[in-house]
């Protein structure tokens, strides 16, 4: 991979993302102690060598709460004080979204200043460290384990990944494809401050795969060029049937592109041609379609809240929702679910 120069140093405005799910819950290291703080953030994460870079270190508002969800462990973090973190070759993906403030930060021979405009995405079986952390830089620190990533990754070829995922470390998320991948970071954040029932839990397990899907799409790495240039193959019409039949059967179900590659027996590039040269639509936007068309069934019943139907169906953005909805029906799921109720009073 190449080496990055690196990124000049800026104070832009912090990443706006949804952090209540940590500054609501109570700090792990209230305390202004450097060694608690260590040791409770590597036993989040890992053994990592942790110094402060200052004699006479005071910190200062140090803050430290991290939630460990089915496939990722997330943390915010902020030392409070200038400090240095080494943990060597990770045995996990990582990523690290800097909210304000700057990082240096390294990974085998690249390197990059993270900042709120700019990500920091570590490989595994790299020598990674953050030489410097500055005093007010807090960031949210995700770890992705690696047998997950590279599953993902598999399924989006239609094939084994035998080599580890080598990411550039910079990505740029105040624009584009980063950005995209900030959005369904703060989907993710979101849906686990909420109720954590079984649904809920699902829900929450199909936002990390999106997150970690997205983030093999939205980086540069070593894969990259197969994913995007390998031409597509031959895909037979049973195995589009084989998508269809199942997203019709169970489209409650939080599939992602992978899983329905997996059900075609394709590689998700493949699939996608297919898919849109058939059926004149993607894989992902059909299932949008056929869970509208069944939302819309369930308003017209009357069988709960505009809310409460749109979550079921995997629309977790009551707006997002409503919009989408007008764009395929021509009106509102509350003006459906008021015919509902009509409807129902009159039986």
């Not at 849906?191 to 997205?214: F, M, N, V, Y």
């Amino acid at each position: 991979m190449e080496r990055e120069p690196p990124a000049r140093r800026l104070m832009p405005e912090p990443t706006a993302l949804p952090c209540s799910i940590f500054l609501d819950a109570p700090n792990e290291v209230t305390a202004p102690d450097f060694g608690l703080f260590r040791d409770t953030l590597n036993s989040h994460f890992y053994p990592a060598r942790v110094q402060a870079l200052d004699r006479h270190a005071v910190m200062r508002e140090p803050w430290l709460t991290a939630v460990h969800l089915t496939l990722t462990t997330i943390g915010y973090v902020r030392f409070g004080t200038t400090a240095r973190v080494d943990p060597g070759d990770l045995p996990a993906y990582h990523v690290n979204v800097v909210l304000s403030g700057t990082v240096d930060s390294r990974c085998g021979d690249q390197h990059t200043i993270a900042s709120p405009r700019v990500a920091a995405v570590f490989s595994p079986r790299r020598h990674t460290s953050l030489p410097r952390w500055d005093a007010d830089a807090a960031q949210l620190s995700i770890k992705f384990e690696r047998s997950q990533v590279e599953k993902e990754l598999a399924g989006l070829l239609g094939r084994p990944v035998v080599k580890p995922i080598d990411f550039r470390l910079a990505l740029p998320v105040d624009d584009g494809a980063g950005r995209r991948w900030l959005s369904i970071l703060s989907a993710l954040l979101q849906s686990a401050d909420g109720p954590r029932g079984t649904a809920e839990l699902r829900h929450l397990e199909s936002l990390e795969r999106s997150l970690i899907s997205g983030l093999l799409i939205s980086q540069v790495h070593s894969y990259t060029e197969q994913l995007t240039s390998d031409p597509p193959q031959h895909t037979p019409q049973a195995a589009i049937d084989r998508v269809i039949d199942e997203i019709q059967r169970a489209p409650d179900r939080d599939y992602t592109v992978a899983d329905l590659a997996r059900i075609a027996g394709t590689s998700a590039r493949s699939l996608q041609y297919a898919f849109h040269e058939r059926c004149g639509t993607t894989p992902m936007r059909y299932l949008r379609q056929v869970r509208l068309d069944r939302a819309r069934e369930d308003l017209a019943q009357a069988h709960g809240s505009v809310a409460d139907i749109a979550y079921y169906w995997g629309f977790t953005n009551p707006g997002r929702f409503a919009h989408a909805y007008l764009d395929r029906f021509g009106e509102f799921p509350a003006k459906t679910l008021g015919a509902g109720r009509t409807s129902r009073a009159r039986r």
